[in-house]
């Protein structure tokens, strides 16, 4: 009930806020809404070049394709078969990402060590090129330099945390 109340009272609290100040409520509001829609068309180039990046790999098969491939080596590493797509997935789509750890919960099961560490693997890692798109694509930087390559090394790490914490004390 509560809950349902926390943004009307944010609103008065704010309007009230700028009354109080004397404050030109309705010229704030607009000037963000430009500035808001300025972002967005600033920004729009590389978040459609990314959608259509995601949809030609869910729609290519490479995930399986990597997969299969990397089966080998996923193996000797302890890897679960069913994480590895997740792995590739959730540094490009966070939507694409969750979709599949519901498949993943829905094929194992809640309560399954390949469930808790897909859940936790999701929690603890980024949509690297997601953020990279969106935040550079916004202060228009063309040049990532070794942004992506630490991000990519970062969310590594943060697969192999989750797989080694959760096999063992999941």
Do not use: R
């Not at 009230?16 to 030109?24: A, M, N, T, V, Y």
């Not at 590389?46 to 030609?56: Q, Y």
């Not at 469930?115 to 949509?127: C, H, N, R, W």
């Amino acid at each position: 009930m509560y809950a349902s109340m926390i943004i009307p009272i944010t609103l008065l609290v704010i309007v009230l806020w700028g009354l109080i100040k004397k404050e030109p409520i309705f010229t704030l509001f607009t000037d963000g809404v430009k500035e808001g829609l300025h972002t967005m068309y600033s920004i729009a180039p590389s978040l459609i070049g990314l959608i259509t990046a995601i949809g030609m790999v869910k729609a290519s098969g490479i995930l399986d394709l990597f997969t299969s491939l990397l089966s080998p080596v996923t193996d000797l590493a302890g890897i679960p078969e069913q994480i590895t797509p997740l792995m590739f997935l959730k540094p490009i789509s966070g939507s694409g990402s969750l979709a599949l750890l519901d498949s993943i919960i829905k094929e194992n099961g809640a309560n399954s060590l390949v469930t808790k560490i897909a859940a936790v693997m999701t929690g603890s890692t980024e949509t690297t090129f997601y953020c990279i798109a969106v935040y550079y694509g916004a202060v228009k930087i063309n040049k990532t330099g070794c942004t992506v390559p630490c991000a990519l090394i970062g969310d590594f790490i943060g697969m192999m945390t989750a797989i080694i914490v959760t096999s063992h004390f999941g």
